[in-house]
């Protein structure tokens, strides 16, 4: 199995990215949703992000209102920052236990051509880098994904909000092996990423499912 970690800004299409791949025949781990499943109600995680964020953040069954959650994890940096630094433990070692083979040798498991998992917090996931064998970039300039996120309804304060706890592109594309620039937002994309595949040997049997 080859595992690349897709990395990105908000906007920067890594979602259209990784869902391409997934059509093409990829398993596709979205993080972000990913640590959702962790947030069972009552346990130590979900009581440590109460603690740091206050009980607002809870829904009325005891679960994280993720909502509630991105509003004061992404008031700023520091918050951010605090939020990665409880969450992310946990979530390496069980994405850890998802994409690692099992050692018991009387486990079968299925074993996927290519798995990607979206990584929307790099720069605070790098200790987990060693889990992939390529670390891919999508990467567009700041002012094009703010048009981006506000044509689909964000809020212009939002996205600022959100983007100062990112890293600039430059520091992003840093941290990758591969980068593909998306500035232009349409069809090129998905030719990037075939070439990416190719270059590869991955899935190449394989057509985008509709």
């Known amino acids: ?20 791949l997934e059509r093409r025949g990829a398993i596709r781990i979205d993080l972000d949703e ?13 009581m440590e992000l109460a603690d740091r964020f206050g009980f ?25 920052d605090d939020l990665n630094a409880i969450v992310h433990p946990v979530l390496i070692e069980q994405l850890a236990f998802r994409l690692l083979p099992p ?5 079968t498991v299925p074993d996927p051509e290519l798995t ?3 990584v929307s917090v790099a720069a605070a996931f790098t200790d987990a880098f060693g889990l992939a064998d390529e670390i891919l970039a ?20 939002a996205f600022d909000e959100r ?18 620039d998306n500035t232009a937002g349409d069809d090129s994309l998905f030719s ?17 499912l509709s």
């Open 1 to 20: 199995m080859f595992t690349a970690f897709v990395i990105g800004n908000i906007a920067s299409g890594k979602s259209c990215a990784t869902k391409y």
């Open 34 to 46: 990913f640590a959702k499943e962790l947030y069972v109600p009552g346990s130590t995680l979900v």
């Open 56 to 80: 607002e953040i809870l829904n009325p069954d005891g679960g994280i209102d993720s909502h509630a959650l991105a509003r004061q994890a992404f008031a700023t940096p520091q918050d951010a």
């Open 103 to 107: 050692l018991c040798c009387t486990v």
């Open 116 to 118: 990607v998992v979206e």
């Open 138 to 157: 999508i990467s567009a300039p700041i002012d094009v994904r703010r048009e981006r996120a506000v044509a689909r309804g964000m809020d212009p304060a």
């Open 163 to 180: 983007a100062l706890c990112q890293p600039s592109e430059s520091e992003l594309c840093a941290l990758a092996d591969v980068v593909i």
């Open 192 to 208: 990037s990423l075939d070439r990416w595949l190719e270059s590869h040997g991955l899935l190449t049997s394989s057509e985008v």
